[in-house]
């Protein structure tokens, strides 16, 4: 009871707190001695404070211990602190260590990690300097050499050699971020260290894959069966290299983050990689059943594919943060202009990743120009697809969901009988042929400010009304130009119709003749009218209110 009150207490109030001792050695005599006796509970010392530090080490006595200092500024006291915690390392368990600059004062603290640590588990080293400080340090190739027991490295801009024996150990969570200096290193160095470690878990590398390949390309292909999530962040080159280079479970998380895109040729690689990823044998389904696609003006593009189809995807502007949870999140960002064909990404993805039981999609683009048949093309043959949403973007969806067969549904006769005349009935829709569900995200429906919007969404539904594939669902959120009358013409063509989460009853609305159809954002407010002028007046430099006669020059 006491270590689990000291641990909760440790880990809400960020490794200094010390009520816990109150907590337990200040309730009567017999607690406070059985507390002061018991090693485990004094095995994490509070490095802030740094005579308590040493007062916990010495009441540890033989207990594993737990070394956390996550400031990157030490005082002198909490540098002898963690000196003489160091001298110990033979029973550390955990260490997590932060540093700043002080690197001619951790020389002591340094030369601890070439001894040997039986009872090391986890390992994090930060470097939370400036890149230009400290570059010239580098951890010993024989630091932690003796860890039979670690499982988990984290380092942070460190500065270290992939032939350290640090990566001989059977670890199953490697996370490694900014190499300070690796122009010397080598892929077949990664792909040697990451061989000692075949039942890895976790895999993170964080602008730390040499760029640097082997003269005839072959490097060795590992197999990671443990694999459950890899996330990568370098250039795509780079990328595209050590995904060649291992194989992983299909039912892994995969994160990339891709920069230097020069030509829509990266793109097709990188998804042949992860197809490839995806196609292997394995007893687990791999279908993606909901999907997000951002779109942004500065040549960024984020691609996040979920397995379940409960997932809430909302569009960038209301979610803080990627999506969570997907099973594969791709953010490229590329060197071209915006110019560079989206929709050949998206046609790419198509065709060498699996995306034919998507049933939820949601596109946010920041981008108005976007062309219908090429939406048509890439998401609209997907024959599961129910729910669509819709950013920015939402009057081209609404084009692009209006099915335009070849022939016109009409009536003809049969024969020269006089038997009664048959409905002409209309082919099959290939376009969003499965779409119940449309999502319009930031859609003007004032015919004063967005000419012909709202007329195109009210034909698109009476469209796929008439071709026997109708929206029974439609959500409007954060729409403008919503009145009385377009609630009612909308609700007529549809089975349900939200608007901003509420449900649209349009019998209320037809039933109540006290309702103004009026819509208050047909005409400007007092506010619009004075930013009206306050535009004219910063634009032009002066006010239009003066006479006749009176000119402002």
């Not at 915690?85 to 030369?111: E, K, P, W």
């Not at 150990?169 to 971020?177: D, I």
């Not at 890895?200 to 760029?211: A, E, F």
């Not at 003749?513 to 506010?527: A, F, H, I, L, P």
């Amino acid at each position: 009871m006491f270590v689990r009150d000291a641990s909760v207490d440790f880990c809400t109030h960020r490794h200094f707190s010390t009520h816990w001792i109150r907590s337990v050695a200040h309730i009567c005599h017999h607690w406070r001695e059985v507390a002061l006796t018991c090693p485990t509970l004094w095995s994490t010392p509070i490095f802030t404070n740094p005579e308590l530090a040493q007062e916990m080490m010495r009441r540890s006595k033989m207990a594993a211990l737990t070394i956390q200092l996550t400031t990157g500024s030490w005082t002198p006291g909490t540098l002898l602190a963690v000196e003489i915690a160091m001298t110990q390392i033979f029973r550390i368990r955990v260490l997590r260590l932060s540093y700043g600059s002080q690197f001619d004062g951790l020389r002591n603290i340094f030369a601890a990690f070439s001894q040997p640590a039986p009872h090391l588990e986890q390992l994090a080293l930060t470097n939370s300097a400036y890149l230009a400080h400290g570059s010239h340090f580098l951890l010993p190739d024989n630091a932690f050499a003796h860890a039979p027991r670690l499982r988990s490295i984290e380092l942070d801009r460190f500065n270290f050699s992939w032939t350290s024996a640090l990566f001989k150990h059977n670890v199953t969570t490697l996370k490694v971020k900014t190499i300070r200096a690796q122009d010397t290193a080598t892929l077949s160095q990664l792909l040697e260290a990451l061989s000692h470690m075949p039942n890895l878990c976790t895999l993170r590398l964080n602008q730390c894959i040499p760029s640097h390949v082997t003269a005839d390309g072959n490097e060795p292909v590992l197999n990671f069966p443990a694999l459950r999530s890899l996330e990568i962040d370098s250039k795509i080159a780079d990328c595209i290299h050590f995904l060649r280079c291992i194989k992983y479970h299909p039912r892994a998380t995969l994160s990339l983050a891709c920069t230097a895109l020069t030509k829509a040729s990266d793109y097709t690689d990188i998804f042949a990689r992860i197809g490839e990823g995806l196609r292997q044998p394995s007893n687990d389904s791999q279908v993606f059943r909901s999907a997000q696609f951002m779109l942004n003006h500065d040549r960024t593009m984020g691609i996040y594919l979920f397995r379940r189809v409960d997932t809430l995807v909302r569009p960038s502007y209301i979610q803080v943060g990627p999506p969570a949870d997907p099973g594969i999140c791709l953010s490229f960002t590329s060197n071209e202009t915006p110019g560079l064909s989206y929709y050949s990404v998206l046609r790419e993805l198509h065709r060498l990743i699996d995306l034919q039981s998507l049933e939820t999609i949601a596109l946010d683009w920041v981008s108005y120009r976007q062309d219908i048949d090429h939406i048509r093309e890439t998401i609209g043959k997907l024959p599961k697809l129910k729910t669509l949403r819709v950013g920015v973007a939402s009057i081209q969806a609404c084009h692009a969901i209006h099915y335009n067969p070849d022939t016109v549904p009409t009536e003809r006769e049969q024969g020269r009988t006089r038997r009664q005349k048959q409905q002409y009935k209309p082919p099959p829709v290939t376009v969003f042929p499965a779409l119940k569900t449309l999502c319009l995200h930031s859609l003007d429906l004032n015919e004063y400010r967005s000419m012909g919007t709202f007329e195109t969404l009210k034909n698109a539904l009476i469209h796929r009304s008439n071709m026997d594939a109708p929206i029974e669902q439609l959500q409007l959120d954060q729409c403008r130009g919503v009145g009385v009358e377009q609630k009612r013409l909308l609700g007529e063509l549809v089975v349900d119709l939200m608007v901003d989460g509420e449900h649209i009853n349009v019998l209320e609305l037809n039933s109540d003749d006290e309702v103004d159809s009026y819509d208050e954002e047909d005409e400007m407010d007092e506010d619009d009218m004075y930013e009206h002028d306050l535009y004219y007046e910063g634009m032009y430099g002066y006010d239009f209110e003066f006479d006749y006669d009176e000119y402002p020059f």
